[in-house]
């Protein structure tokens, strides 16, 4: 067993992007489906990380884009939360199956 | 030999080409060219826009007076540019009196030619002098007979457009523009007889004008066809002879183009003599009269020789084309068969009798016969139907003439009975002794009619001559010009028509070999002879009948009043007759359309007036009363045809008393020698063909002609002299059947009606059956299948298209139910499916590679 490569690091991203799929999709909470967002994000991330790790540029993209992406997660958090509370306002609830109203 | 040709070549080209060219028929014409011509015509026609277009405008606000101005100037215009051609004319050499004016190509069809141009030789000249002399004295007329009629303007606008016609047929250098002008007259014809159309009496004449005119002008184009078809193409036959010429001719005349190049047979450069250009003969089929008179008379073209031997379907075709525009000019000039629109024709006013039906339109058919006189004297035998037509229609008129009691009637019969003698004229060859008929005839037979018009005109709208007699005290004007008139058509030698008709009466005589047999020449003189007596006693008749004796058209007028009527003549009679009288009269006549019905059968038609249904009762002339003078319009107007009548006895002076008189002028009638050139390819001809009976003769026939107008002027006067002998009553009782045949115009109206209307109106009345039963029905079969087709077809689109469609459609709806369950909203739905289509893609990937 030496250290982990590359394929390690892509499992490790695999599985935190089955999971936040899986997450998305079984839940009906609007603040889990955002849960499960970040998880994919961050399945994402592990993959630029690990790809710069292997592949080394001297641009250092994959870090930079990582960065992109959690400053991006953080805003698209503010944003979604903001809208879950919007609709927990309206709705008294904040399960996304009841947020139906468009609909038809 | 060939040199002998040459030579004789060379000579007829001298003779022809040069400037004493005294060949017998002048062939080629010489010709003029002048570029004024046109006006001629185109002053009437200019009138006629003027008056058409602006004429009732004009006569609401300036009055009638300007209407007349317009239509007499524009006559008068066109009389002084036909006198200035006339002074060209008489200054030219005899040879060259040919004046030509082109001005347009109407169309060019193949060999057909048609040009808009005017030509003037001696014989039109003479037409167009009559017409616009004449035509301008009765425009003048018209003034006062018509100047109570609401439509004056629309009379002088028709009167116009007649002359324009009139001038277009006399004018025209071509057959084409001669039909127009021919098919014009017909037409204002027709409008004019037709003037007062709400009488339907008179819209029955016109109809029956105009249609009588068309079956002759079916005749007319059917000959001018059948004459350019002959004329096509007959110097190929003759090439060898063209060629021969053509080789003389290039070497004499540095600019000969040959006939290939210019159609011509022979042409010299017309800049050599630009004022009378000798052109050629124009080869191969044409219409222009000048051309086809040059292909006849010239002997090279071989055209007559080629005429001559043509048959067609079997008969010769100079015959057959000479008879088709025979029946043309029948038609035209009233004969035998075709003459029964002519005394209906009166219906018309008055100056219309005088202008159109006695003095221009009804000489059309002896003017064409005296215009193709190169033609139809190849034939003796068209010759013979032309002159014996001509006789009997003289001799059957005559005698209808005799029993007439309307007196523009009797006017009408002698009409058809002079146009008789002016074809026994051209018939016998005698063609410019038809033509001095013509011009005669155009003098006292429009002194004759508008002498009538202001008698009847003076009697308040009477024609009937049983109604009118002592006139002469007061008419006096009228009385004279009549009487000479008279005298003038009876035949006695102190007036043109002695002339005119004596040398006509002559010349059948002598005609010998112009027909077919030398003694039917002999037959149409004692026939003319006979006419003669004939025109004669009913002239006079209606003169005596007319001025002479007591007025009896106030007693016919209102039997009632006897004393009123006796009162008016005896006032007349004192020589105080005025205004005031009449109106006294008028005081009495409380109605001023008597009732006459009962008195008299034939005043049925008259007593209402016909002559002038919207006539007021006004001014001078009103109704009832006794006879008045007319205006002196009307009155200067006849005093200027009798001294016509009398001036044109110079033209046609009697050649044997010239003889006898040793004057050289007189030797040769002036006219005669005038019309010369015109007749020039035929005189040879007739000349060599005349039995030539000698002077004994010729002074025989006079004192014979002589003998009979006065027999017919002394029975005449014992008849009929102030109404005093019972004799015409008498006879006609002795006769009872015979003068009902002669007065009911031997029926021959009620034959035509038995017979060509009655047939013609079966055969309508069958194609109308044929019509409604065949025709129709097989639209409405037709029309029976297409509904039927269109109801399968209707069915077909209810069901079948509108079914594809709808199930379409319905399809689509459906589809659209099952497919937007898809549609959830839910986003874990999408999730779901996004993730199922990736694995199925990643088994995809696998399955594949």
């Not at chain 2, 209407?67 to 200035?84: K, Q």
């Not at chain 2, 005596?544 to 003549?569: C, I, Q």
């Not at chain 2, 779901?832 to 995809?844: F, K, N």
Request: some cysteine; glycine content about 10%.
């Amino acid at each position: 067993m030496g250290a982990p490569g590359l394929p390690h690091y892509l499992i490790v991203g695999v599985v935190l992007f089955a999971l936040g799929t899986y997450t998305v999709i079984t839940r009906t909470n609007a603040v889990g489906i955002l849960m499960g967002v970040e998880l994919i994000l961050n399945a994402a991330n592990v993959n630029f990380v690990a790809f710069q790790r292997f592949n080394p540029s001297p641009l250092l993209t994959g870090q930079v884009f990582a960065l992109f992406v959690i400053v991006l997660a953080a805003a698209e958090a503010a944003v979604a939360l903001a809208i879950v509370l919007a609709i927990y306002m309206n709705m008294k609830s904040i399960d996304v199956s009841h947020a139906s109203s468009l609909k038809d | 030999m060939d040199v002998l040709f040459h030579v004789k070549d060379l000579v007829l080209l001298a003779a022809e080409g040069g400037e004493a060219a005294s060949h017998a028929a002048g062939v080629p014409q010489k010709i003029v060219e002048v570029g004024y011509l046109w006006l001629i015509p185109f002053f009437p026609l200019l009138g006629f826009a003027i008056n058409a277009a602006f004429g009732h405008l004009i006569q609401r606000r300036f009055g009638k007076k300007y209407v007349s101005y317009i239509a007499v100037g524009a006559m008068a215009l066109a009389f002084l540019v036909a006198v200035a051609a006339w002074i060209q004319m008489i200054g030219l050499p005899a040879s060259e009196r040919y004046l030509v004016n082109f001005l347009w190509n109407l169309f060019t069809a193949g060999d057909v030619q048609a040009n808009l141009s005017f030509a003037l030789d001696p014989l039109s000249m003479m037409m167009v002098l009559i017409i616009t002399f004449v035509g301008s004295l009765i425009h003048i007329y018209s003034i006062g007979y018509m100047a109570d009629d609401p439509a004056y303007w629309r009379f002088f606008c028709y009167l116009n457009l007649f002359v324009f016609s009139m001038l277009l047929l006399v004018m025209g250098d071509n057959l084409v523009l001669m039909f127009f002008g021919w098919e014009g007259v017909g037409l204002c014809s027709y409008l004019l007889i037709g003037f007062w159309y709400e009488d339907i009496e008179k819209a029955k004449a016109a109809v029956k004008a105009f249609v009588t005119n068309r079956v002759g002008d079916f005749g007319f184009v059917l000959g001018m066809f059948l004459l350019f078809w002959a004329l096509g193409g007959s110097w190929v036959q003759k090439k060898n002879v063209v060629a021969k010429h053509e080789r003389v001719w290039s070497q004499v005349d540095p600019n000969y183009k040959p006939v290939a190049q210019t159609g011509t047979f022979y042409e010299r450069d017309p800049a050599l003599s630009p004022q009378s250009s000798h052109r050629g003969i124009r080869i191969g089929p044409s219409l222009t009269f000048r051309e086809i008179r040059d292909q006849l008379s010239s002997e090279e073209t071989g055209m007559k020789e080629r005429l001559l031997g043509m048959n067609f379907f079997g008969i010769p075709l100079l015959i057959l084309a000479g008879i088709l525009l025979f029946v043309g000019a029948t038609a035209k000039s009233a004969q035998i068969p075709l003459y029964v629109w002519l005394p209906d024709a009166m219906a018309g006013p008055t100056p219309v009798s005088a202008l159109i039906h006695a003095a221009t339109m009804v000489t059309a058919g002896v003017y064409m016969v005296a215009r193709l006189n190169f033609l139809f004297a190849l034939s003796p035998a068209v010759m013979t139907v032309i002159a014996m037509t001509g006789a009997i229609t003289a001799m059957f008129a005559a005698s209808i003439g005799f029993v007439q009691n309307d007196i523009k009637k009797v006017l009408a019969y002698s009409t058809v009975s002079q146009l008789g003698f002016m074809f026994i004229g051209v018939g016998v060859g005698a063609f410019w002794a038809g033509a001095y008929h013509l011009l005669t005839h155009a003098f006292f037979k429009a002194c004759l009619f508008l002498g009538s018009g202001s008698v009847i005109l003076g009697c308040h709208h009477e024609q009937d001559m049983r109604k009118m007699g002592g006139l002469k005290r007061f008419m006096p004007l009228t009385e004279k010009t009549y009487l000479y008139a008279c005298i003038a058509i009876s035949g006695f030698p102190i007036a043109n028509a002695f002339f005119s008709k004596d040398e006509i009466l002559w010349r059948a005589f002598d005609s010998g070999h112009n027909l077919l047999d030398p003694s039917l020449g002999k037959l149409i003189w004692f026939i003319g002879w006979l006419t003669a007596c004939g025109t004669s006693f009913y002239m006079w008749r209606s003169y005596y009948m007319t001025f002479t004796g007591e007025y009896r058209g106030a007693a016919g007028h209102r039997p009632s009043h006897g004393a009123l009527a006796t009162h008016s003549v005896g006032a007349a009679h004192a020589g105080t007759f005025n205004h005031d009288v009449l109106m006294s009269a008028t005081v009495f006549d409380d109605d001023p359309h008597p009732d006459s019905g009962g008195v008299d059968a034939h005043a049925k038609g008259t007593a209402k007036h016909p002559d002038h249904p919207d006539h007021k009762a006004e001014g001078g002339h009103g109704h009832g009363g006794v006879p008045h003078e007319s205006p002196g319009t009307m009155t200067y107007v006849l005093v200027t045809l009798a001294a016509g009548c009398a001036a044109t006895i110079v033209l046609g002076f009697w050649a044997p008393l010239g003889n006898l008189l040793g004057i050289d002028a007189l030797k040769v009638p002036l006219l005669e020698h005038w019309l010369e050139p015109t007749m020039a390819p035929t005189l040879e001809l007739v000349e060599k063909r005349s039995a030539q009976s000698g002077h004994a003769w010729e002074w025989a026939l006079i004192f014979a002609s002589v003998g009979v107008a006065f027999l017919g002027w002394f029975i005449a006067r014992s008849f009929y002299k102030d109404a005093r002998s019972h004799a015409p009553a008498k006879l006609a009782a002795m006769f009872p059947r015979l003068h009902r045949v002669v007065y009911n115009k031997y029926y021959v109206d009620e034959f035509y009606q038995a017979t060509v209307l009655r047939a013609v109106s079966l055969l309508s009345r069958a194609f109308a059956t044929f019509d409604a039963k065949v025709i129709d029905g097989a639209v409405n079969a037709v029309a029976v299948v297409a509904r039927f087709i269109c109801n399968i077809s209707g069915a077909a689109d209810t069901y079948l298209v509108d079914g594809a469609v709808n199930l379409v459609a319905e399809g689509v709806i459906q589809t659209g139910h099952r497919l937007r369950r898809i549609q959830t909203g839910r986003i874990q739905t999408y999730l779901y499916a996004a993730v199922a289509g990736v694995l199925v893609l990643i088994g995809i990937h696998y399955l594949i590679r």
